[in-house]
T-cell receptor, first 114, second 113 residues
Framework: GENVEQHPSTLSVQEGDSAVIKCTYSDSASNYFPWYKQELGKGPQLIIDIRSNVGEKKDQRIAVTLNKTAKHFSLHITETQPEDSAVYFC?????????????FGKGTKLTVNP | EPEVTQTPSHQVTQMGQEVILRCVPISNHLYFYWYRQILGQKVEFLVSFYNNEISEKSEIFDDQFSVERPDGSNFTLKIRSTKLEDSAMYFCASLRGGGNTQYFGPGTRLTVL
């Protein structure tokens, strides 16, 4: 089945700096790549996603890039703010099984220091 | 904005007891999922449900687990005889169909003593 690796596991930045989180996946047939933000005690919340026919997508301070050849995708957060502090998960829709289930990375704990 | 809701937010039970976790998916969604997250670990898929039947399940989803959509709004996960290792956050998610975005509920923290 699909396997997703995510790095780094923790990331600490100063307010205003940029943060980059990277994920790789194993199944070249995967075609949907969402990023979720999880705050303490809450469920994952979708922040941005990208489909395989697009190389980059941006939404204000957040962007995602996808390299299908290399099977990796990245989350970029610019001008970070303390409220960006959370755990971020990348995910991939597993093309096997047909149910659109998500396979998650292990998460990155982002800390934005004021 | 419509959202997925889950009850209870926290369930404490004794090992061997049955528990039922409840979810109300977004009303016009057609696909429903349960995931779990053991403390400090990644979110793992348990089961997907479509058209009133299981469409896919993981190795974790053994005979102790079952799912049901008893009416037009609720979606439940039952664990028949809980084990210590079932302690985790359980998330329900739903998907509209014709798209890819899964929306997650806030989760139920299950503690098995």
């Amino acid at each position: 089945g699909e396997n997703v690796e995510q790095h780094p596991s923790t990331l600490s930045v100063q307010e205003g700096d940029s943060a980059v989180i990277k994920c790789t996946y194993s199944d070249s047939a995967s075609n949907y790549f969402p990023w979720y933000k999880q705050e303490l005690g809450k469920g994952p919340q979708l922040i941005i996603d990208i489909r395989s026919n697009v190389g980059e997508k941006k939404d204000q301070r957040i962007a995602v890039t996808l390299n299908k050849t290399a099977k990796h995708f990245s989350l970029h957060i610019t001008e970070t703010q303390p409220e960006d502090s959370a755990v971020y998960f990348c995910a991939v829709t597993d093309p096997q099984g047909g149910s659109e289930k998500l396979v998650f990375g292990k998460g990155t704990k982002l800390t934005v220091n004021p | 904005e419509p959202e997925v809701t889950q009850t209870p937010s926290h369930q404490v039970t004794q090992m061997g007891q049955e528990v039922i976790l409840r979810c109300v998916p977004i009303s016009n969604h057609l696909y429903f999922y349960w995931y779990r997250q053991i403390l400090g670990q990644k979110v793992e898929f348990l089961v997907s449900f479509y058209n009133n039947e299981i469409s896919e399940k993981s190795e974790i989803f053994d005979d102790q687990f079952s799912v049901e959509r008893p009416d037009g709004s609720n979606f439940t996960l039952k664990i028949r005889s809980t084990k210590l290792e079932d302690s985790a956050m359980y998330f329900c998610a739903s998907l509209r169909g014709g798209g890819n975005t899964q929306y997650f509920g806030p989760g139920t923290r299950l503690t098995v003593l």
